[in-house]
């Protein structure tokens, strides 16, 4: 999580600069009325605005943090939308809800098909149902006239977790368009819960849903993505790293035989990408970033020797460290002490590299694309340093001083 600044609020802030200025420059009026005063008190404040917009902008945009329609824009970013509440229902194919009579339909009905519109069931009767009685719609249906049973489809009244119902809670209903109606002889009964209802998704559920939604993309997606990348002509290793370009994104990272990457290759990766398919999830073929590291060294021979023996030594120990290098792979870490006494070990009948137990001279790295713009170097001060995930090690510039 990134760090924030901490808010200070102005009075605060006005002091820290008073307490500045006087330290730099001597001044020491900072009466309400005084010009500097004057200068100070409205930096003060913006200061601190600007500190409390940082922070109230990364809390909108966190979901740790965010609230109501800020974490509804968050999610829409992720793919997915708040949950509103839902209707509980039954259709007639779950053979939920049922009407039924001792006989038959037509012998309550004069011998004839009963046609039920909009009748209400509910867990009470219909005539003095109290506050706590929950009901049910049954929009159309038809009760065949030589059925005893038939199942309908149901829908609750209000929208919600209150409507849903267990089994044998539905046993009234205000339909009296039948023949035998004032006999009471249609009945009516859930044979199964109905427990589909729900309420709208509060912060609270939805944060969970998205801390869930991450997990789960990375579990399910990660082999997928690997599997389809790597089957690409060319390609030797991949990795995949979530939410490298924002949220919802996801960085795939290709390095050819070789430690080669070219745009065509990575156009095939994305392309088989498109194969996999998530919610809210843009899956983005990279080339896997180079580090290239540059070496100087002091060479000293054991004996004298020519030009020509010289040349020879240079381009073996070149190839020596560059196979050494190029073989620790995307994520590994280069640990220049134990390269420089692999390098001793393995030229010691001939040379002496380095002086004062230190082989390398000088040692830096740039980072860049494969084949493309690299970055200014940047000196390496330690004996040993750890790749990201989405680099590998090539060897760039070496400098050999034979001594």
């Known amino acids: 999580m990134p760090l924030l600044p901490s808010f200070v609020n102005p009075s605060t802030k006005l002091k820290l ?3 500045n200025i006087q330290t730099d420059t001597a001044v020491t009026n900072f009466q309400s009325d005084s010009k500097m005063n004057a200068i100070i008190a409205p930096v003060a404040d913006e200061i601190s605005d600007a500190y409390r917009a940082v922070r109230l902008a990364f809390d909108a945009n966190s979901v740790s943090s965010a609230k109501r329609e800020d974490l509804d824009a968050v999610a829409a970013r992720m793919g997915i939308q708040r949950r509103t509440s839902s209707f509980a229902s039954a259709d007639s194919s ?19 098909d009963i046609n039920l519109q909009n009748v209400v069931i ?16 049954v929009g159309s249906a038809t009760l065949p006239l030589g059925s005893s049973l038939a199942y309908v ?10 409507s849903n119902v267990g089994k044998g809670a539905l046993v009234n209903h205000d339909f009296t368009g039948y023949t035998d109606s004032s006999a009471g002889s249609l009945k009516v ?23 869930r939604l991450n997990a789960s993309r990375k579990q399910i997606s990660d082999d997928r993505i ?45 392309s088989q990408l498109s194969n996999i398919t998530a919610p809210g999830m843009q899956l983005r073929a990279t080339a896997a970033t180079e580090v290239a590291v540059d070496l100087e060294m002091d060479v000293f021979f054991n004996r004298p020797v020519n030009q020509n023996i010289k040349d020879r030594v240079s381009i073996r120990v070149r190839s020596y460290i560059r196979n050494l290098v190029r073989n620790i792979g995307l994520g590994g870490s280069l ?31 740039r980072r860049g694309v494969s084949n493309g713009l690299m970055s200014q170097r940047e000196k390496v001060i330690a004996s040993s340093m750890s ?17």
Do not use: C, W
């Open 335 to 365: 640990d220049f002490s134990s390269l420089a006494v692999m390098l001793r070990n393995e030229f010691s009948d001939i040379i002496t590299i380095g002086s004062n137990g230190n082989a390398f001279k000088k040692v830096f790295v």
């Open 189 to 211: 009964v859930n044979l199964h819960p109905i427990l589909n209802g729900s309420y709208a998704e509060d912060d609270q559920q939805l944060r969970f849903r998205l801390s």
């Open 226 to 270: 690997f599997l389809n990348s790597i089957g690409v002509p060319g390609v030797n290793d991949v990795r995949v790293e979530h939410a490298y370009y924002g949220i919802g994104t996801v960085g795939v990272f290709v390095l050819g035989a070789e430690n080669q990457t070219n745009a065509t290759m990575v156009a095939q990766v994305q």
């Open 122 to 137: 509910s867990t009470q009767p219909i005539q003095g149902a109290g506050a706590n009685s929950i009901e049910y719609v």
């Open 17 to 19: 600069l008073r307490n």
């Open 387 to 403: 790749l990201e995930n989405y680099e590998y090690a090539n060897i760039g510039l070496i400098t050999i001083n034979f001594v």
């Open 153 to 162: 489809t149901v829908r609750a009244k209000y929208s919600g977790g209150q």
């Open 94 to 112: 779950e053979r939920i809800v049922a009407f039924y009579t001792a006989t038959t339909f037509g012998a309550i009905n004069g011998g004839a």
